[in-house]
């Protein structure tokens, strides 16, 4: 009779466990992608908006995404409706770090991850992904200087002239110019490197295209686009002016066949996709710093397009400082503020 209890006893438990939520799985099926600014800049955000697609067919979360669209009277109310819908929410947070790191503070239990720079908050709950944009950075002037030194491409002059159209200068930014600069003067030490930035405007390639004109203008044959929306009209630009530009974030390389010889990847997405599969498995820690590099997938440079520009031999060399970045062998100075 002891025994028949026992038995009942026991079937009992594992009813009662198998309908019962396992305790440390924290309660993730709604997720938000709170952006500074807009989609439709096939770069950045929309490459955060494709992992964001990618956990939701993944793992039936339900996602929202809210677009600031760089008006700083939407930073709070864009935080608060987040923090009201989701249980997980991905920033990309430039122009509201204090209002993220209040709201964070007052949310202890969300999980805040902010995306491109490290954000800490004074309960230490934020957790920043950031990437190692020097990498791949200078992986683009490579490309960038084996271009102009390379007479043999069409319209290339042999002044010896490169040039990158910024959104605005701070440290990310800076980071990509500087890696930019010394890629390109490994290969060739008296290469020149133009800048101009768009003071803040990301979203109107319109302003990215009047500066690549000037650029090319002042020889560059080949202008790299770090200016999000903005930078459209550099490749726009290149291509009305028969030269070249280098995309950025995602594969641009086809936005303007013949005239993009490669792009610098910044793989947000995948961060997106990394972060919240650890937190479904039990392995994110709140308050850490995320580190993307090549080795890590969050960097890259992408060469493969409808109309490849650069010849063989010059896409061989990229990859093979690629591959030294990778295991080690070369390491890229980081820029530092």
């Known amino acids: 009779m002891n025994n028949r209890i026992l038995s009942l006893l026991a079937v009992a438990a594992l009813i009662l466990s198998a309908c019962t939520p396992a305790a440390s799985t924290p309660a993730t099926d ?3 992608y709170l952006i500074n600014g807009a989609l439709g800049d096939n770069a950045f955000y929309d490459s955060g908006q494709q992992g964001m697609e990618n956990i ?3 793992y039936g979360v339900e996602t929202r995404t809210i677009e600031a669209q760089f008006d700083a009277g939407k930073y709070q109310p864009s935080l ?26 007052k949310y202890p239990n969300k999980v805040f991850v902010n995306v491109d720079f490290t954000l800490e908050n004074s309960k230490d709950t934020i957790t920043s992904v950031d990437f190692i944009e020097e990498e791949s950075a200078y992986l683009a002037g490579v490309a960038a200087a084996l271009a102009t030194t390379d007479t043999s491409l069409a319209g290339v002059n042999p002044e010896r002239v490169i040039g990158a159209v910024a959104g605005d200068i701070d440290p990310v930014i800076s980071g990509f110019t500087f890696a930019y600069e010394n890629g390109a003067r490994s290969i060739h030490p008296d290469i020149q490197v133009e800048v101009k930035s768009l ?3 990301w979203d109107d390639p319109a302003k990215g295209k009047e500066a690549a004109l000037q650029l090319f203008d002042q020889k560059a044959d080949v202008v790299f686009q770090i200016a999000a929306a903005s930078g459209l009209g550099v490749l726009q630009a290149a291509e009305e002016r028969n030269l070249y530009a280098i995309g950025v974030d995602t594969n641009q390389n086809d936005l ?14 995948k961060a997106i996709e990394d972060v919240y599969a650890s937190i479904r498995n039990g392995t994110y820690k709140a308050g850490e710093v995320l580190e993307y590099g090549l080795k890590q997938g ?11 520009v650069l010849p063989q031999a010059a896409q061989e060399k990229i990859m093979a400082v690629r591959q030294q970045i990778i295991a080690g062998t070369l390491t890229i100075e980081r820029y530092v503020p």
Do not use: M
């Open 30 to 32: 709604k997720v938000v």
């Open 80 to 105: 608060d409706a987040a923090v009201q819908f989701a249980d997980v929410i991905f920033v990309i947070a430039y122009g509201f770090e204090d209002q993220l790191k209040e709201t964070a503070d």
């Open 56 to 58: 939701k067919k993944q």
């Open 298 to 308: 969050g960097v890259d440079i992408a060469l493969e397009a409808q109309r490849p």
């Open 199 to 201: 003071g803040g405007v």
């Open 256 to 269: 303007a066949p013949g005239h993009v010889i490669a792009s610098d990847i910044k793989n947000v997405g």
